[in-house]
């Protein structure tokens, strides 16, 4: 997912995206009510996902205001965390996740944000706003991004019986082609939904029956991965995958013969929202950054970039139906009502840590 991208091979994935699209990006670069930004300056320092912005629209930003980016990739929630947390911090924006903000909230190290200098704020749809609210409260401290749903990707041509339930990534007959995702709480979690529980347990005995349940699963699996995912799926190397909505789209749109479920038994749902730290420096810049990539031309091209739906009505009315009408990029309501947002687990997550730890070793594979 947009989680853990290394930094490696972010050249390498620049070049592979844009090969195996094969479609140019018509999206309109203008604003929607015209050039709406005065001279500003100074330099805008922004902690982010890598290849998790349409790079262009950085350049223009930078056009418009005067201010000098500098743009710096992260490949963890807590990477991000450590660097926000260090005394001499210098970032202005970052685009941390969920249960993240929960923390950095909890530590008071985010400035709230001032609304009336992010007027595109409106575009942000309603029910995303009301989801966000419950690790965000009031949403006063962030601004959804990009969002999505965690479920199975699988292979039409290799799959034979319906594909509604987690319980099929336990199924004898798909030994060695199957991925786990390579993620404390995706991986665990994926196993206590299947079991029952709630994603956010603070129960010791509920987090080991989901980490005996992945042990009991390693001799089916093909491996745990993150981005290679991907390419073996839509190199059918493999016919079932735990992934992320964008990398599912993606996937999908490059390989028809692929699906996408958020099982039955429910998931999680993810947001990665934009904050400003308590110690950024160009505040006035910060918030006109938010305000640009809300518009809703602009949001478009960049959901188009990155393949992660946005929760930007404004850009979604101006989206192809290829992207609208598919329940991979744009879950209904009834997709959402069984999933869950990932909380922060405080010092509980030495529990999940350990669990992860245990079931890592028992795989063979670090």
């Excluded at 939904?193 to 347990?201: A, F, H, M, S, V």
């Excluded at 735990?242 to 993606?250: H, L």
């Amino acid at each position: 997912m947009k989680k853990i991208i290394a930094l490696a091979l972010a050249a390498f994935m620049l070049v592979a995206f844009a090969a195996c699209t094969g479609k140019e990006n018509d999206a309109d670069y203008s604003f929607a009510d015209g050039d709406q930004y005065e001279y500003i300056g100074g330099s805008l320092n922004i902690l982010n996902w890598g290849e998790y912005i349409d790079e262009e629209l950085l350049s223009l930003f930078e056009e418009e205001t005067g201010v000098k980016i500098n743009y710096t990739s992260m490949t963890s929630n807590e990477e991000m965390l450590i660097k926000l947390r260090a005394t001499d911090c210098v970032y202005d924006l970052c685009f941390p996740s969920d249960y993240i903000i929960e923390q950095l909230i909890a530590n008071d190290l985010l400035l709230p944000l001032d609304m009336s200098k992010i007027p595109n704020a409106k575009n942000i749809q309603p029910r995303v706003m009301e989801i966000a609210n419950g690790f965000d409260p009031g949403n006063k401290y962030s601004l959804p991004y990009f969002w999505g749903t965690v479920g199975i990707l699988y292979n039409t041509k290799m799959v034979d019986e319906p594909v509604d339930s987690w319980d099929i990534l336990w199924n004898e007959k798909y030994a060695g082609q199957i991925w786990q995702y390579d993620s404390v709480r995706d991986a665990i979690a994926v196993s206590l939904i299947r079991l029952g529980y709630d994603i956010n347990t603070r129960n010791p005995e509920e987090v080991n029956a989901a980490k005996e349940e992945l042990i009991k699963q390693i001799p089916l699996l093909k491996g745990r991965g993150t981005d290679d995912i991907r390419t073996n799926m839509v190199n059918e190397q493999a016919a079932l995958a735990v992934i992320y909505s964008g990398d599912a789209y993606e996937c999908w749109d490059n390989n028809n013969d692929l699906a996408y479920v958020v099982p039955k038994e429910g998931s999680n749902v993810w947001f990665d929202n934009v904050v400003i730290p308590k110690t950024a420096k160009n505040v006035e810049a910060a918030h006109a950054f938010i305000n640009f990539i809300n518009d809703a031309n602009l949001a478009a091209r960049n959901t188009e970039f990155c393949y992660y739906s946005t929760p930007n009505q404004g850009a979604l009315d101006l989206l192809d139906e290829a992207f609208t009408s598919n329940e991979i990029y744009n879950p209904s309501d009834e997709i959402l009502a069984r999933c869950k947002v990932f909380h922060d687990l405080g010092d509980f997550v030495e529990v999940f840590n350990k669990a992860w730890d245990e079931y890592v070793s028992a795989t063979g594979v670090h």
